[in-house]
């Protein structure tokens, strides 16, 4: 440990499965920056799905990553393993982890970090990682989207929604999308969605059909799951593909597949977490030619909702189980 870091640190701690309440600050030790790893002093770190379910017992990670929650972050470099050639003390940088991201200090594979973005906050260079290499992952490089096809992001006031619309738009699709008020429908059309369907007041699949007389949608990215399963495939367009990353309605549904061989559909999904590092290593390439510049030119941004200080991590939560939000919830550290 270089003399210049601190022995311990502040970070947020599951003490047992439960509520938010569960999730208390804790003195631990500094993580240290082995072979190509790379020591972050966090500034920021984002709230994600995922987190609200390693609290709750349903999603513990994976095997050699921290017990403390958190997969992006944002911050300065503090020290460097003796392997890392490509960033140095003192570089600002985000990066996507495989857990420890609430803490004040955290350690990531050199190659699964990326430069803040020029015209960053610390606070929004947080809410990138996670978002876009899904995103990227899944919509383009499964998904396989192209310019001046059509579509369909549900959620799409979440970290995830947002991205994606504005991904989608920014390299030429039609970008449908589902959201739960008027408010947030409007929102996701200020970011560029050609058409935004409040699912408590209208249905997506009447909607879409109704869009694209009959035709359907080319790629549909979903974090719903049940039902949303056969209605996907019901406004899929012929050789649609869809991308499941997410269950929030549960992962089991009644289907009728007859309309995946008619249509020539692809139902694919991923996760994130628990790939290998090179994996995410080329997904990270990938951003950094393709989406940084958008990012930088102004084409995208990433949306805040709220930021709470690290130790009101329970609050952030609390706040993200409302699914009042749109866009991203943000922890500070105060460092």
């Given at each position: 440990?270089?003399a210049d ?6 970070a947020?701690a ?5 509520g ?6 804790e003195?631990?030790r500094v993580?240290?920056a082995f072979?190509?790893e790379?020591?972050?002093?966090v500034?920021a770190?984002?709230i994600?799905r ?5 609290r ?8 050699g990553?921290?017990?403390?929650p958190?997969?992006?972050i944002?911050?300065t ?5 003796r ?5 140095s003390?003192?570089d600002?940088?985000?990066a ?5 991201g ?5 350690t990531?594979d050199?190659s ?11 606070v ?8 876009v290499?899904t995103?990227w992952h ?15 992001v549900h ?5 995830i929604?947002t ?18 008020s ?8 200020e ?5 935004a369907?409040?699912y408590n007041?209208?249905?997506?699949v ?8 009959g035709?359907?949608v080319?790629?549909?990215?979903d ?6 399963i056969?209605r996907?495939?019901k406004v899929?367009a012929e050789?649609g593909?869809?991308v ?6 549960g ?6 597949f007859r309309?995946?061989?008619l249509?020539?559909l692809t ?6 977490r628990a ?6 290593a080329g997904?990270a390439?990938a ?20 930021t709470?200080p690290l130790e009101?991590?329970?609050?952030a939560?609390a706040?993200m189980?409302?699914s009042a939000h ?6 500070e550290?105060?460092t």
């Open positions: 440990m270089s870091l601190p022995e311990t640190m502040t947020i599951i003490r047992e499965p439960g938010p309440e569960v999730l208390v600050a003195e631990r993580p240290h072979e190509e790379i020591l972050v002093k500034a770190a984002a994600n995922p987190d609200v379910l390693q709750q017992g349903l999603y513990p990670p994976p095997k990553a921290p017990d403390i958190g997969l992006e944002a911050g470099i503090a020290a460097v393993g392997n890392v050639t490509r960033w003390p003192g600002a940088v985000t996507l982890v495989a857990g420890g609430y803490g004040e200090y955290c990531v050199q699964n970090a990326l430069p803040v973005p020029a015209g960053l906050t610390m929004e260079a947080a809410a990138l990682p996670e978002t290499f995103v899944n919509v383009f490089e499964r998904g396989r989207l192209q310019a001046g096809e059509k579509f369909l959620g799409g006031t979440s970290g929604g991205t994606a619309i504005q991904l989608a738009k920014a390299f030429g699709a039609e970008v449908f999308t589902t959201a739960g008027a408010e947030k429908c409007a929102a996701a059309k970011l560029g969605a050609d058409h369907i409040d007041v209208q249905d997506f009447e909607v879409v059909r109704g869009a694209t007389e035709a359907g080319d790629v549909i990215l974090m719903v799951g049940g039902d949303y056969e996907n495939y899929a050789e593909r869809i499941q990353i997410a269950f929030l309605n992962p089991i549904a009644e289907v009728d309309r995946l061989m249509k020539r139902h694919t999904g991923s996760t994130l790939r290998p590092i090179a994996v995410k997904i390439r951003l950094e030619n393709k989406v940084w510049p958008l990012i930088e030119a102004g084409r995208m941004r990433p949306v805040i909702d709220s709470f009101r991590a329970a609050e939560h706040r189980e409302t749109i866009g991203k919830i943000v922890l550290t105060g």
